[in-house]
């Protein structure tokens, strides 16, 4: 993954992805614009980077990936079981590798299941979870997905206390996201990717988002002489290519 691995599952889809997380990130930053939570200005970052874990398993692991995106309901228990861990964990460890703060790494670590802040502030995963079923329910969500908690997005919003100004909210997020959904897919071609990529001030974060937004290239064998201190007259190299969404392997070689 590291290495800039795309993913291989057959269940990945790197548009869904992207747009579910920067979805999320939306929602939560609107979310916190109206209540009072712990470090609101880190709830767009850790609404995007929530669901990473889900990219890290469908790179390292994509038998494992698929096998969860067939269960009926694939929670966190099932991840334990297939894995040894969850996404949120994953995400966690990669957000805390990005030196991102620590209000952040908690409340990816812990969006399924956080706990209260108990200083009357709402915890910033509980805004994190709050905007995860909110997309969800709004139909742009990611798999495997977790067993639904909520049927709306108005009770989702509602349990954060978020009663008055709920249609208000869903217009503005609509209108953000309208604007979002041609930029993410505009984002997966490979000619745009790097100049923006190039933009972001955590090197770090720009090597682990390249794998989702380029066409990617990763030599697996090499085969060379057999003998030691003798420079072979033939090498051969096999190199793994992974192609974006629309992208054809001639766009690949270009």
């Given at each position: 993954?590291?290495?800039?691995?795309?993913?291989?599952?057959?269940?990945?889809?790197?548009?869904?992805?992207?747009?579910?997380?920067?979805?999320?990130?939306?929602?939560?930053?609107?979310?916190?614009?109206?209540?009072?939570?712990?470090?609101?200005?880190?709830?767009?970052?850790?609404?995007?980077?929530?669901?990473?874990?889900?990219?890290?398993?469908?790179?390292?692991?994509?038998?494992?990936?698929?096998?969860?995106?067939?269960?009926?309901?694939?929670?966190?228990?099932?991840?334990?079981?297939?894995?040894?861990?969850?996404?949120?964990?994953?995400?966690?460890?990669?957000?805390?590798?990005?030196?991102?703060?620590?209000?952040?790494?908690?409340?990816?670590?812990?969006?399924?299941?956080?706990?209260?802040?108990?200083?009357?502030?709402?915890?910033?995963?509980?805004?994190?979870?709050?905007?995860?079923?909110?997309?969800?329910?709004?139909?742009?969500?990611?798999?495997?997905?977790?067993?639904?908690?909520?049927?709306?997005?108005?009770?989702?919003?509602?349990?954060?206390?978020?009663?008055?100004?709920?249609?208000?909210?869903?217009?503005?997020?609509?209108?953000?996201?309208?604007?979002?959904?041609?930029?993410?897919?505009?984002?997966?071609?490979?000619?745009?990717?790097?100049?923006?990529?190039?933009?972001?001030?955590?090197?770090?974060?720009?090597?682990?988002?390249?794998a989702m937004l380029s066409n990617t290239a990763?030599?697996?064998?090499?085969?060379?002489?057999?003998?030691?201190?003798?420079?072979?007259?033939?090498?051969?190299?096999?190199?793994?290519?992974?192609?974006?969404?629309?992208?054809?392997?001639?766009?690949?070689?270009?």
């Amino acid at each position: 993954v590291c290495g800039g691995r795309a993913p291989t599952a057959r269940n990945w889809s790197a548009i869904e992805f992207n747009l579910h997380s920067a979805a999320t990130g939306t929602m939560a930053d609107l979310i916190v614009q109206r209540v009072p939570a712990v470090y609101p200005e880190g709830a767009f970052s850790a609404g995007l980077f929530h669901d990473f874990g889900k990219l890290l398993i469908a790179s390292a692991a994509p038998e494992e990936y698929e096998l969860l995106c067939s269960m009926a309901e694939a929670g966190e228990e099932r991840e334990r079981e297939a894995l040894g861990i969850t996404h949120a964990e994953l995400s966690a460890i990669a957000v805390a590798h990005w030196n991102l703060p620590k209000p952040i790494q908690n409340a990816v670590s812990h969006h399924h299941s956080p706990g209260g802040n108990g200083d009357g502030l709402i915890s910033l995963g509980e805004v994190v979870r709050a905007a995860d079923q909110c997309v969800n329910v709004l139909g742009m969500s990611v798999a495997p997905t977790q067993p639904p908690e909520v049927s709306t997005a108005q009770e989702a919003l509602g349990a954060l206390g978020i009663v008055d100004g709920v249609p208000r909210l869903l217009e503005e997020f609509e209108a953000e996201v309208a604007v979002l959904r041609p930029l993410l897919t505009r984002l997966l071609h490979p000619a745009i990717a790097p100049h923006l990529l190039r933009r972001l001030p955590d090197p770090s974060i720009a090597r682990a988002l390249g794998a989702m937004l380029s066409n990617t290239a990763s030599p697996t064998l090499l085969r060379a002489g057999s003998k030691i201190n003798v420079i072979p007259a033939v090498a051969e190299v096999d190199i793994d290519g992974r192609l974006l969404p629309g992208q054809t392997a001639e766009d690949f070689l270009r």
